[in-house]
């Protein structure tokens, strides 16, 4: 089984195309904190996939949640073979170290560690007006998900990530990404339509529809700018710069 978090489908992406190489089953993150559902049955031979964006060279606070809660049931005392891809736009961070800490509380431990490098969804920094560049990016990412796809179905040990940063860099900056997701840098322009779409998909449920406009009911969110990137009229912005990078979701997948 794969399990992923997405915002704006490059994730998604990923584990779908990976759970097609593998045959296994995709389950999505948003749904488990969703539905409280965080025990799962392992069957024998079964291997467990992670996938999930890299936020300020870490991982979403979503999939933090998950993976403290997440409890594996196995027919044995052998573990699975376990892996990790962490999408990212320039660095993954320490991302595999950091889900590796939390099945190290079980007893377990990563076998495999992959990167894919994909558009980069942080508008505030992030230009993706370029469609022809994000296209190219997109076209890329194509085989190093079928490398990554092939490596899984061998079951290979090793980290084979790119672009990855040492610990203290991310000890160093990972801790904005508590400050950042700070909802109040969001706004809403006249140009919205009180469709809801943003508060029917936010993965922490912080957005509420009030007098047909969105309104962020809690202090903080899980980053993801879901809300921006499929707002249909643009309408949601973090910050002074989101409206001059664009939108974007994954072409591939419905999000």
């Known amino acids: 089984m794969i399990f992923y978090f997405s ?27 969703k539905n409280k559902q965080f025990t799962f049955e392992v069957k024998d031979k079964e291997k467990i996939g992670f996938v999930t964006p890299t936020y300020f060279l870490g991982l979403p ?9 997440l409890e594996l049931r196995m027919p044995d005392l052998h573990q699975p073979y376990i892996y990790y891809v962490a999408t990212f736009g320039t660095t993954t961070g320490q991302t595999g170290h950091m889900v590796n800490e939390f099945l190290k509380k079980r007893g377990l431990s990563l076998n495999g ?4 490098q994909m558009p980069d969804t942080w508008t ?11 296209a190219r990016i997109n076209h890329e990412a194509e085989k190093q998900i079928g490398e990554a796809a092939e490596k899984i179905k061998l079951e290979s040990v090793g980290d084979f ?5 040492p610990m203290v860099a991310v000890k160093l900056y ?3 990404y508590e400050k950042q997701r700070q909802t109040k840098y969001f706004m809403v322009e006249d140009s919205c339509i009180g469709c809801g779409l943003c508060a029917k998909k936010c993965p922490a449920a912080a957005i509420e529809m009030q007098e047909d406009r969105p309104v ?8 993801c700018l879901g809300c ?28």
């Not at 990530?161 to 940063?165: S, V, Y």
């Not at 921006?228 to 999000?255: M, S």
């Open 7 to 33: 915002a704006t489908g490059n994730s998604k992406y990923v584990a779908l195309r990976i759970a097609e190489e593998t045959k296994e089953k995709s389950i999505a993150i948003t749904d488990c904190i």
């Open 61 to 69: 606070s979503i999939v933090c949640e998950f993976l403290d809660k």
């Open 113 to 116: 560690r992959f990167g894919v």
């Open 124 to 134: 505030p920094i992030f230009d993706l007006t370029n469609k022809e560049k994000i």
């Open 161 to 165: 990530r790119r672009r990855k940063l």
């Open 174 to 176: 990972h801790p904005q």
């Open 216 to 223: 962020w009911i809690k202090e903080k969110c899980v980053l």
């Open 228 to 255: 921006l990137h499929r707002c249909p009229t643009f309408a949601i912005q973090y910050g002074k710069k989101t409206k001059n990078h664009g939108q974007y979701v994954n072409p591939n997948v419905k999000v």
